[in-house]
Nanobody, 122 residues
Framework: QVQLVESGGGLVQAGDSLRLSCVASGRTLNWYAMGWFRQAPGKEREFVAAITWSGADTYYADSVKGRFAISRDNSKNTAYLQMNGLKPEDTAVYYC???????????????WGQGTQVTVSL
């Protein structure tokens, strides 16, 4: 069992940066791929980024390529999402998740955090 807790969200201006953190407890994140998803009001939850359990490979949604970076520190049981050049359309609740497989599909993820709100104003 894995429990995930996100933090680092907040209210920022367009063009600003935020770094989200996701801390796991109950089980080490070793052997789990990690992903970030987001859900804006009135929209479906969508994939943002994923990273393999080793951290060797990453994958990003086209909408965030070149702006966001996913990383992890397994010694700290923590995954990160560095978000640069934020846009109003990035406004959403951001969720971290853990999976036994490297995937962009939300239903492949077994464990989810409660989410952290990111709001980007003009």
């Amino acid at each position: 069992q894995v429990q995930l807790v996100e933090s680092g969200g907040g209210l920022v201006q367009a063009g600003d940066s935020l770094r989200l953190s996701c801390v796991a407890s109950g089980r080490t994140l070793n052997w789990y791929a990690m992903g970030w998803f987001r859900q804006a009001p009135g929209k479906e939850r969508e994939f943002v980024a994923a990273i393999t359990w080793s951290g060797a490979d990453t994958y990003y949604a086209d909408s965030v390529k070149g702006r966001f970076a996913i990383s992890r520190d397994n010694s700290k049981n923590t995954a990160y999402l560095q978000m640069n050049g934020l846009k109003p359309e990035d406004t959403a609740v951001y969720y971290c998740a853990a999976s036994t497989s490297y995937s962009t599909r939300q239903y492949d993820y077994d464990y989810w955090g409660q989410g952290t709100q990111v709001t980007v104003s003009l």
